[in-house]
């Protein structure tokens, strides 16, 4: 296991090169450039452009550009920023990945602890009225856009309601404690909800779906003609195998968390990293846009990692030589 790990790992390095051109690929790709490509004047010389753009090394040729680029990137530093002046864009990222965390946590942990129970119940009662209502939340969940959920749910729970807030991440700076943590925890119920709803419609259906075919197989049949319980034939033979495909989709989530954050802490004003990158395309900043696509893409493949790793920790059958 430990040779796999290391193989991994050393597969990672050229896998994060490839990433890296393609993101930098997509930003040559993008038309204009954030000097004459937003609020253009005129009235301006535009030699001041033009001494602007040299300045910024945007006149230089493509590999040079993606040279000085990722040399920088290998050393932890992804330059500054175009229009906060002055401000490093590992700080600017740095203030929000925090909120974008506790978010995802907060998500992540609503999806597993919904999703996993219900979907078993679901397979051990099927066509049960809770494995109906299940479906149709499962149906209602991928059906639904999750700006538009966040959208209703702000009308509803904050603007009539009132029982939640609608925006932001604390109410006031002056909070601390525990005073603190609840007020960051109401902040995050409502983004929370909104972007783990359908990775919550998905697992249920998925581990219903797992568990169902787990259950029909022949071992199932056996542990339970030697007289086990079906408490012990659940949790000690069906999760075992039902949770694999599950551990697939939780690799991906990683990176599908923060992604699918970009939208919904839009909607929300949720000062993190989506709110960050939206006003980064908006604004037209290539060095912040270029770093927080790059973290993206590096927590999907971190993401993938664990998956197969903890692959191995789920079966025991699973070995790699």
């Given at each position: 296991m430990y040779k796999y790990i290391i193989r991994r790992l050393l597969i990672f390095i050229p896998m994060l090169f490839v990433l890296t051109i393609f993101v930098f690929g997509l930003i040559q790709a993008a038309p204009g450039d954030p000097i004459t490509g937003k609020n253009f004047d005129p009235n301006i010389d535009p030699e001041v452009f033009e001494r602007q753009k040299e300045a910024l090394g945007l006149n230089d040729p493509i590999h040079v550009q993606y040279w000085n680029w990722v040399t920088k990137v290998m050393?932890?530093?992804?330059?500054?920023?175009?229009?906060?002046?002055?401000?490093?864009?590992?700080?600017?990222?740095?203030?929000?990945?925090g909120n974008t965390f506790y978010l995802?946590?907060?998500?992540?942990?609503?999806?597993?602890?919904?999703?996993?129970?219900?979907?078993?119940?679901?397979?051990?009662?099927?066509?049960?009225?809770?494995?109906?209502?299940?479906?149709?939340?499962?149906f209602f969940g991928l059906a639904v856009p999750n700006f538009f959920f966040g959208l209703v749910a702000i009308y509803v729970f904050?603007?009539?309601?009132?029982?939640?807030?609608?925006?932001?991440?604390?109410?006031?700076?002056?909070?601390?404690?525990?005073?603190?943590?609840?007020?960051?925890?109401?902040h995050l119920i409502l983004p929370g909800l909104t972007l783990g709803l359908a990775g919550t419609a998905s697992y249920m259906r998925f581990m219903r779906s797992e568990v169902l075919d787990v259950l029909a197989s022949d071992?199932?049949?056996?542990?339970?003609?030697?007289g086990m319980t079906n408490r012990s034939v659940l949790y000690k033979h069906t999760l075992r195998n039902a949770m694999i495909p599950i551990i697939t989709l939780l690799g991906f989530e990683v990176g599908?968390?923060?992604?699918?954050?970009?939208?919904?802490?839009?909607?929300?004003?949720?000062?993190?990293?989506?709110?960050?990158?939206?006003?980064s395309i908006g604004n037209r900043d290539y060095p912040v846009i270029m770093a927080i696509n790059l973290m993206l893409g590096f927590f999907i493949l971190l993401g993938n990692l664990l998956a197969d790793i903890f692959y191995s920790i789920v079966d025991p059958r699973i070995r790699y030589d």
């Amino acid at each position: 296991m430990y040779k796999y790990i290391i193989r991994r790992l050393l597969i990672f390095i050229p896998m994060l090169f490839v990433l890296t051109i393609f993101v930098f690929g997509l930003i040559q790709a993008a038309p204009g450039d954030p000097i004459t490509g937003k609020n253009f004047d005129p009235n301006i010389d535009p030699e001041v452009f033009e001494r602007q753009k040299e300045a910024l090394g945007l006149n230089d040729p493509i590999h040079v550009q993606y040279w000085n680029w990722v040399t920088k990137v290998m050393q932890g530093d992804f330059g500054e920023s175009y229009i906060f002046k002055g401000r490093d864009v590992s700080e600017l990222i740095g203030e929000r990945i925090g909120n974008t965390f506790y978010l995802g946590i907060f998500t992540l942990f609503i999806t597993i602890i919904v999703s996993i129970p219900i979907g078993i119940y679901s397979a051990k009662k099927p066509y049960s009225i809770l494995d109906y209502g299940a479906t149709t939340f499962g149906f209602f969940g991928l059906a639904v856009p999750n700006f538009f959920f966040g959208l209703v749910a702000i009308y509803v729970f904050s603007i009539k309601l009132g029982w939640l807030p609608s925006q932001g991440s604390v109410s006031s700076p002056g909070l601390t404690g525990i005073e603190l943590f609840l007020d960051k925890l109401q902040h995050l119920i409502l983004p929370g909800l909104t972007l783990g709803l359908a990775g919550t419609a998905s697992y249920m259906r998925f581990m219903r779906s797992e568990v169902l075919d787990v259950l029909a197989s022949d071992y199932i049949r056996t542990a339970r003609a030697k007289g086990m319980t079906n408490r012990s034939v659940l949790y000690k033979h069906t999760l075992r195998n039902a949770m694999i495909p599950i551990i697939t989709l939780l690799g991906f989530e990683v990176g599908i968390l923060l992604s699918g954050a970009v939208i919904t802490e839009g909607v929300f004003q949720y000062p993190g990293i989506g709110t960050l990158f939206l006003s980064s395309i908006g604004n037209r900043d290539y060095p912040v846009i270029m770093a927080i696509n790059l973290m993206l893409g590096f927590f999907i493949l971190l993401g993938n990692l664990l998956a197969d790793i903890f692959y191995s920790i789920v079966d025991p059958r699973i070995r790699y030589d």
